[in-house]
């Protein structure tokens, strides 16, 4: 059984940055698509951001503009760049991985919080 662990977050002040990072152990990560949600306060889970096995990025409208996702397959890495951050960014975030309709891997979650 594989796993993905988040590392990265803090708080960061309004238009500030911050880089999230998900490894992947015990699974084969070239193979599987990998994603970012988040779940803020009273808020139900949502995609973030996602990139396929084959590179190529989806955005949710919220973030379009200001967040980037890449991966790297050597290092069986995923990551997040966050930049202009908003108060409204503030939430736990979790990195999920999946092989295209197999299941899906979730990590422990990580608290990004945006504040003054």
């Known amino acids: 059984q594989g796993q993905v662990v988040e590392s990265g977050g803090g708080l960061v002040q309004p238009g500030g940055s911050l880089r999230l990072s998900c490894v992947a152990f015990?699974?084969?990560?070239?193979?599987?698509?990998m994603g970012w949600y988040r779940r803020a306060p009273g808020k139900q889970r949502e995609l973030v951001a996602g990139?396929?096995?084959?590179?190529?990025?989806t955005y949710a409208d919220a973030v379009k503009g200001r967040f980037t996702i890449s991966r790297d397959n050597a290092k069986k890495t995923a990551y997040l760049q966050m930049n202009n951050m908003k108060l409204e960014d503030t939430a736990v975030y979790y990195c999920?991985?999946?092989?295209?309709?197999?299941?899906?891997?979730w990590g422990q979650g990580i608290q990004v919080t945006v504040s003054s």
């Open positions: 999920n991985a999946h092989p295209p309709g197999g299941p899906h891997t």
């Open positions: 990139i396929t096995t084959a590179g190529r990025p």
């Open positions: 015990g699974l084969t990560f070239s193979t599987h698509d």
